[in-house]
């Protein structure tokens, strides 16, 4: 059974920077990709981005290219994402997911473990 649970959320102002991470529990972290979904009020879950389990793939929401960054330490059992220049539209609960395969893909019915998500609140 794998748990994961997110860090380092809050609240910043526009133009500011977070970096989130997720903690993960279980055997062959380092074999599955992992990534990072949000979702704001009123609205679906989202994806922003994904690492495979290499750590040598990323895949990136438009929405977010350039601006985040994904990484992992499969020692460590740690997944990060680096967000930068935040805009109050990235306002949202982000959740850290767990793929059920290798390599990543965006839908998040390929992602079999969720963990409870961390608020970031961006002010304008």
């Known amino acids: 059974q794998v748990q994961l649970v997110e860090s380092g959320g809050g609240l910043v102002q526009a133009g500011g920077s977070l970096r989130l991470s997720c903690a993960a529990s279980?055997?062959?972290?380092?074999?599955?990709?992992m990534g990072w979904f949000r979702q704001a009020p009123g609205k679906e879950r989202e994806f922003v981005a994904a690492?495979?389990?290499?750590?040598?793939?990323?895949d990136y929401a438009d929405a977010v290219k350039g601006r985040f960054t994904i990484s992992r330490d499969n020692a460590k059992k740690l997944v990060f994402l680096q967000m930068n220049s935040l805009k109050p539209e990235d306002t949202a609960v982000y959740y850290c997911?767990?793929?059920?395969?290798?390599?990543?893909?965006?839908?998040?019915?390929?992602?079999?473990?969720w963990g409870q998500g961390t608020q970031v609140i961006v002010s304008s």
């Open positions: 997911a767990k793929h059920l395969l290798p390599t990543p893909t965006r839908p998040s019915a390929d992602f079999g473990s």
């Open positions: 279980g055997r062959n972290f380092g074999v599955y990709a």
């Open positions: 690492i495979s389990g290499t750590g040598g793939v990323t």
